[in-house]
């Protein structure tokens, strides 16, 4: 569940941080329907108390790319080659969230039709959270997988240099619970939200989140987030540093990742997706890969549905550690998130409001309807 607000933080409605980011992208030329698209995805990881992907993103990864000529605003989205239950899409550096949600549309349609449809994305840019799209194929009754390559800022196992992304792994499919199954979380111990979260909060970082190019812990939240783009920083992939607590599993699972974002397409990988050649900003190239399985094709909805919500109820009500409370399933602690905030909206501190008061006061926005 997201961590609890620091003091000072001010409660914000979603309907008016929801308004404010379409009226930002819409100030920097994104066209009203796609900005409408991308402050969907955005507030939908704010609801699931996902904050290192919401509002607290607009401006560095969105707003600020755009200005900067890394980003279009306009969104091409290319059919490149296409077969009954397969496409590839070029999206020529438009807005990643509508690429992804045309995507992932495409892959349930054909999924509807074949029983299963898979898409590969190059040239895009960053989509939010994983999670949006897989849980569009899970809500029409199907299995959602998607995953995407990132800028590098993880080592591989044994070694100290940033090559792979945070390269996410994404699985939502349908239970008979009120909430999906959904699994949305990167291959590495952690991921650049994070640390922006903690930077923000002027927090620390965990030891063994990041290691230096000596191998040592590194643990300054504001001095890893530079450290990370000049490379003299990596993240470690999930399970940690070495092979005793799994990294090697992270390592591998994040190397799948890149390989499905980029082979297939014919997209960019690596450091190819650093966004900077000859020391100017250039777009980053990001790839990613759809799949929605119409489980209709395997078995009546409803009965799978049944088999795994069983599934999940049985190991929260299995025995419990000794001092735990209770077991969670994955999925069911964003669905709680959502129950506590549906009614206050999102916690914005006060490096975030400066952020947003300076974006609305830039394109004349007015308040939008936000309570500071």
């Not at 590495?188 to 989140?209: C, D, F, H, N, Y």
């Not at 504001?222 to 940690?240: D, N, R």
């Amino acid at each position: 569940m997201a961590a609890a607000p620091d003091a000072g933080t001010i409660w914000a409605p979603f309907p008016a941080l929801e308004r404010f980011m379409a009226a930002e992208l819409e100030g920097v030329g994104v066209p009203p329907p796609d900005a409408r698209v991308c402050a969907e995805v955005l507030i939908a990881a704010d609801k699931r108390g996902i904050d290192s992907h919401g509002v607290a993103r607009f401006k560095t990864i969105y707003y600020d790319r755009i200005k900067d000529g890394v980003q279009k605003p306009l969104t091409k989205f290319e059919l490149v080659r296409e077969g009954p239950a397969t496409a590839v899409i070029d999206g020529h550096h438009g807005m990643g969230q509508v690429i992804a949600k045309k995507a992932m549309e495409l892959c349930i349609a054909k999924a509807r039709r074949y029983g299963l449809g898979m898409a590969a994305v190059r040239n895009s840019t960053h989509y939010g959270i994983a999670g949006y799209y897989a849980l569009m194929a899970a809500e029409a009754g199907m299995i959602g997988v998607t995953g995407t390559n990132a800028r590098p800022s993880v080592a591989p196992t044994f070694g100290v240099e940033n090559m792979l992304g945070t390269n996410p792994l994404t699985f939502a499919l349908p239970t008979d619970e009120e909430f999906p199954f959904m699994i949305d979380c990167a291959t590495s111990l952690t991921q650049r939200g994070k640390i922006e979260v903690r930077a923000r909060a002027g927090k620390p970082l965990p030891p063994g989140w990041v290691i230096d190019q000596q191998g040592r812990a590194r643990t300054d939240s504001q001095a890893v987030l530079a450290e990370l783009v000049k490379g003299t920083a990596a993240l470690a992939p999930l399970g940690g540093i070495g092979e005793e607590g799994g990294g090697h599993k992270g390592y591998g699972y994040a190397t799948v990742v890149e390989i499905l974002s980029s082979a297939l397409q014919g997209g960019g990988f690596m450091k190819m997706l650093l966004g900077f050649s000859g020391g100017k900003k250039v777009p980053y190239g990001l790839g990613h890969f759809f799949l929605a399985i119409d489980v209709e094709a395997f078995r009546p909805l409803e009965e799978f549905k049944k088999t795994a919500g069983d599934i999940l109820r049985a190991l929260r009500a299995s025995r419990k550690a000794p001092g735990a409370q209770r077991i969670y399933t994955a999925g069911e602690k964003e669905h709680l998130a959502w129950l506590a905030r549906k009614d206050k909206g999102a916690p914005i501190n006060a490096s975030l409001r400066r952020e947003i008061c300076a974006v609305r006061s830039e394109l004349g926005l007015g308040d939008c309807g936000l309570p500071f």
